[in-house]
């Protein structure tokens, strides 16, 4: 992939060190297979991210873009989407994150914002952490503190194809997702707490299935947060992403309760596999997104990639 502005190195973090970088660079990042991650200062996000696929070739699995001015007008692709402040807009996909911290496999980047910043009384920091280790995960870290009281939401807006070619349709890759039930959303986008049953629905995928059998009974495709069976355990995979041809997988752990699948419409070439903080823990007890002065807001999804598929992906 041609690169149009710079790709850093080790060596060339001095350069970067301060707060609020004007400019919009990367940092690349290898693990021991050679799996790469590219992340960009620009709304912390993920541009670019290869793996194997079953005969041994390295493939892009995300959507991003070449031209970084194409990230002016897609801002949220990629990136780290925190909503905060009386507003409860996102905002910081749209600034320069300073750099803490980078290595061969692993880079912090960090924002605060100004005081009065998206109604926010005080100030919110935020740090996020992404490592790509050698057993071919993806973690994506999330820590966030405040000096005043807000109600807070932290994801990302990765978009996976795991066939490699971002053009093709994700119709027939196949889909797990550990949910019997989905937080449904009101006219405002806003999740509302009522859960529903998604057993003989288009929405239940508690056995694998092509995301196309049954995309073209639901109105716009999915868009759906499914509340997880194991919302306290990142041991329990949250789902599960196969495509055959490329005999890619990819299973997703997440210490998050919800988890919304997007696929952008019907005719899809890219799908996202959302954590929210949002909906109810293990006890069946609602989770609170108020986040108060003292207290550290920590949310953690790792991306887990293989070309063996799980059992329950394998067919006879």
């Known amino acids: ?57 390295l493939e892009s699995i995300v959507k991003g873009y070449t031209n970084k001015e194409e990230y002016l007008k897609d801002r949220t692709l990629g990136a780290t989407l925190i909503y905060f402040g009386k507003n409860n807009e996102e905002t910081l996909s749209g600034k320069m994150w300073e750099l803490v911290n980078s290595d061969n496999q692993s880079v912090t980047l960090r924002y605060v914002t100004s005081q009065g910043e998206n109604g926010l009384d005080g100030k919110l920091n935020a740090t996020v952490t992404y490592t790509l280790s050698d057993q071919n995960a993806l973690d994506v870290d999330y820590r966030v503190a405040t000096t005043a009281e807000t109600k807070l939401e932290v994801t990302n807006d990765i978009c996976f194809n795991l066939s490699g070619e971002m ?15 989905i937080n449904t959303y009101n006219a405002q986008r806003q999740l509302t707490g009522v859960l529903q049953r998604i057993k003989n629905t288009p929405f239940d995928f508690t056995k694998p299935r092509e995301i196309g059998e049954r995309i073209k009974s639901t109105s716009k495709g999915y868009d759906n947060a499914y509340q997880l ?85 394998r067919t006879k």
């Open 1 to 57: 992939m041609k690169q149009l502005y710079a790709i850093l190195t080790v060596a060339m973090l001095s350069v970067v060190l301060c707060s609020h970088a004007q400019e919009q660079v990367q940092i690349r990042l290898v693990n021991g297979n050679g799996m790469e991650a590219v992340i960009s200062n620009y709304g912390a996000r993920l541009v670019s991210l290869t793996a194997h696929n079953w005969n041994g070739r």
């Open 167 to 181: 053009h093709r349709s994700i119709l027939k890759q196949h889909l797990w997702v550990d949910a019997v039930q």
């Open 229 to 313: 069976r194991h919302p306290d355990n990142m041991q329990k995979a949250a789902a599960i992403l196969f495509d055959a041809q490329s005999g890619r997988a990819m299973t997703v752990y997440s210490s998050e309760p919800t988890l919304n699948i997007n696929t952008y419409g019907k005719e899809s070439c890219g799908i996202s596999l959302q954590p929210i903080h949002a909906g109810y823990n293990s006890g069946m007890e609602k989770v609170s997104n108020e986040l108060r002065p003292g207290q550290v807001f920590h949310g953690a999804t790792v991306f887990f990639f293989t070309t063996d598929p799980p059992l329950i992906m």
